[in-house]
């Protein structure tokens, strides 16, 4: 069985960095890729990020590029999401996802955590 939690969510002011961690378990094999999604209320949940186990490829959402930094840690399963320069417009719920194939749309994705939230005060 697969099993993804989320942590590191919080409230931080505008302009300040938190880090979220995705860990995994159940997984076998290399070939999977874990996404980072959002959602806050009224919205529909949106790509954030996207890292390959195997390879290391990751791409970003514009939105994002360039203030979050998406990086894995195999030896534990890990995955996090670096988030630099928060906005307000980054409040939502972070969910971590994996997809057995390279995926940046959410209905591409098999498994999903819990979520966590993320609030950027300004």
């Known amino acids: 069985q697969v099993l993804l939690v989320e942590s590191g969510g919080g409230l931080v002011q505008a302009g300040g960095s938190l880090t979220l961690s995705c860990a995994a378990s159940?997984?076998?094999?290399?070939?999977?890729?874990v996404g980072w999604f959002r959602q806050s209320p009224g919205t529909e949940r949106q790509f954030v990020a996207a890292?390959?186990?195997?390879?290391?490829?990751?791409d970003y959402s514009d939105a994002v590029k360039g203030r979050f930094t998406i990086s894995r840690y195999n030896p534990t399963s890990t995955v996090y999401l670096q988030m630099n320069s928060l906005k307000p417009e980054d409040t939502a719920i972070y969910y971590c996802?994996?997809?057995?194939?390279?995926?940046?749309?959410?209905?591409?994705?098999?498994?999903w955590g819990q979520g966590t939230q993320v609030t950027v005060s300004s």
């Open positions: 996802a994996v997809s057995f194939e390279w995926s940046e749309t959410h209905g591409g994705y098999n498994h």
């Open positions: 159940g997984l076998t094999g290399a070939a999977y890729t």
């Open positions: 890292i390959s186990r195997s390879t290391g490829r990751t």
